[in-house]
């Protein structure tokens, strides 16, 4: 499944589309030209001249030659993976990423670096993001950058309208980024992470070939995003996937939302760690960042600690309350625990379950459920591949190379 996000796509002309449909067609493998008029309802005198243009602009190139059986060989196609490159970038509550991949999807370079964000401020943190997109791109020029961010995200504008654990509102960043990368504003996409963690997942994780998948992202916030025929879906302000603010416990804690027992008071990382140990200890350690907290706790989940298992099996419940809600208004094909939720899948999986077969709609079994293979890298991903993707929505963004010879 190759998810992509249609919303953001402006139009373009019919050779275009046409010249993207060959490079689409071409992620599966080198092809020969005869192969390519058959995948793309093109005909071969078309597809001759499209494959020139792709050439011309670096994208292709020659792949030696096919037997034909009674005929000629043919000669075939590929990518020309060094051709174009994405950058992916990610904000953290506690770290900056970046990752540049090729045409081929390959990781050509990554970085990541700790930071207490919200103590930078915006300002400070679009510098430092920048100055690590510089040491992944060198002298690359991306044709595409996504940006992945915890909060409220309106893609369409690229704004982030809120984020409790950076303490942002609205937040350009593509304008303060395109301002820093010397990139025009229409290259930066921004999305929100469970989003990109869904696309991560749909195209290089557990949904690989699947059609509905949901993503349930676990941090110091909870969020989710469904990826449906390759596509995500926004909802019609954006905003689809809070699934943080399910109600779980009717008597349980406040929620800074404002309501009482959602989710994220039970399932948001600070809350799960107030419940296996007591203040001073080292879980609640900010210099050990998210990883390295997960990490200890599931060494003492191991270990057998009956405060630290307790808090994980209550976590349990509360994620299958909620992924029961989600799979019964979804009807998702799987649902893949992201996040730290992942570091503690095999004492998460199980219970969420057994809530999902507690609380059956007549469709048995309900859904996979799975913990993610990505992890917390996920949403950079997911944020790669939608960076790439917009040269297979529009080849002519790379110009025509002079001196290239044709395919």
Same mark, same amino acid.
């Given at each position: ?100 991949? =090729? ?33 992944? +791109? ?13 909060? +409220? ?38 999305? =929100? ?215």
């Amino acid at each position: 499944m190759a998810a992509t996000d249609p919303g953001q796509l402006d139009p373009v002309s019919p050779r275009t589309a046409n010249l993207a449909a060959l490079l689409r067609a071409l992620r599966a493998g080198p092809l020969s030209r005869t192969q390519l008029a058959a995948r793309s309802g093109i005909t071969k005198p078309a597809v001759s001249s499209l494959v020139t243009e792709l050439s011309e602009r670096g994208l292709v190139r020659s792949a030696g030659l096919q037997a034909g059986g009674n005929g000629r060989p043919s000669q075939l196609v590929e990518l020309n993976g060094a051709s174009a490159y994405g950058l992916a970038l990610s904000v953290e509550a506690d770290r900056f990423a970046a990752v540049v991949t =090729n045409l081929d999807g390959r990781v050509i370079a990554e970085r990541a670096e700790s930071a207490d964000v919200a103590a930078l401020g915006l300002h400070r943190s679009m510098d430092e993001l920048a100055f690590l997109a510089g040491q992944v +791109l060198r002298d690359e020029q991306p044709v595409g950058v996504t940006v992945s961010v915890p909060g +409220l995200v309106d893609s369409a504008a690229a704004v982030l309208r809120f984020a409790p654990t950076l303490r942002w509102r609205d937040a350009e960043i593509a304008d303060l980024l395109a301002a820093r990368l010397g990139l025009p504003v229409d290259a930066i996409a921004v999305d =929100n992470e469970a989003n990109l963690g869904a696309v991560g997942e749909a195209v290089a994780g557990a949904g690989r070939g699947v059609r509905e998948l949901f993503y349930l992202s676990g941090g110091m916030s909870v969020g989710g995003g469904l990826v449906s025929g390759g596509a995500i879906l926004r909802g019609a302000r954006g905003f689809a996937g809070e699934v943080g603010h399910i109600t779980v416990d009717p008597s349980g804690e406040q929620c800074q939302c404002g309501r009482v027992g959602c989710l994220e008071t039970k399932a948001g990382l600070n809350a799960v760690l107030r419940g296996a140990a007591s203040p001073g200890d080292p879980l609640h350690d900010p210099a050990l960042g998210v990883d390295g907290r997960v990490g200890l706790l599931k060494h003492r989940v191991q270990r057998g600690d009956q405060r630290a298992v307790a808090a994980v099996s209550e976590l349990g419940v509360a994620l299958g309350i909620a992924v029961s809600t989600v799979v019964d208004v979804l009807d998702p094909d799987v649902v893949v625990l992201g996040g730290y939720f992942a570091e503690l899948g095999e004492w998460l999986v199980e219970p969420v379950r057994r809530e999902l077969s507690a609380r059956p709609l007549g469709h048995e079994p309900a859904c996979r459920v799975e913990p993610s293979p990505l992890g917390t890298t996920a949403p950079l991903r997911g944020a790669a591949h939608l960076a790439i993707e917009r040269l297979f929505a529009d080849p002519t963004l790379v110009p025509v190379l002079t001196e290239e010879a044709p395919a």
